[in-house]
Nanobody, 119 residues
């Protein structure tokens, strides 16, 4: 079983920065994809950024140029550096891991961390 624990959320003014971290524990198999998703009140959960075990990165258009995802496979950790934050970035941010070695792939979620950006 895989456990994901996020940290680093909080309250920040527009234009500010926050760094989220995710630590994965348990048996982590590859190939896998780790990523960040977010869910604002009344909205569906949406992709923010993902990074494969091999380092291929994908960003939502809304965060390109402002957010940076990175992962350390040796430490089973992942981070999301968020700069130039906007009020519309306010959401609960979730760490996600998808193990691609089974059919269907196995998906794991963290408990989420709140990010609030004030205008």
């Amino acid at each position: 079983q895989v456990q994901l624990v996020e940290s680093g959320g909080g309250l920040v003014q527009a234009g500010g920065s926050l760094r989220l971290s995710c630590e994965a524990s348990g048996t982590i198999f590859s190939p896998n994809v780790m990523g960040w998703y977010r869910q604002a009140p009344g909205k569906q959960r949406e992709l923010v950024a993902t990074e494969t075990y091999g380092g291929k990165i994908n960003y939502a258009d809304s965060v390109k140029g402002r957010f940076t995802i990175s992962r350390d496979n040796a430490k089973n950790t992942m981070s999301l550096q968020m700069n130039s934050l906007k009020p519309e970035d306010t959401a609960v941010y979730y760490c996600n891991l998808v193990y691609l070695g089974t059919m269907p792939p196995r998906t794991y979620w963290g408990q989420g961390t709140q990010v609030t950006v004030s205008s």
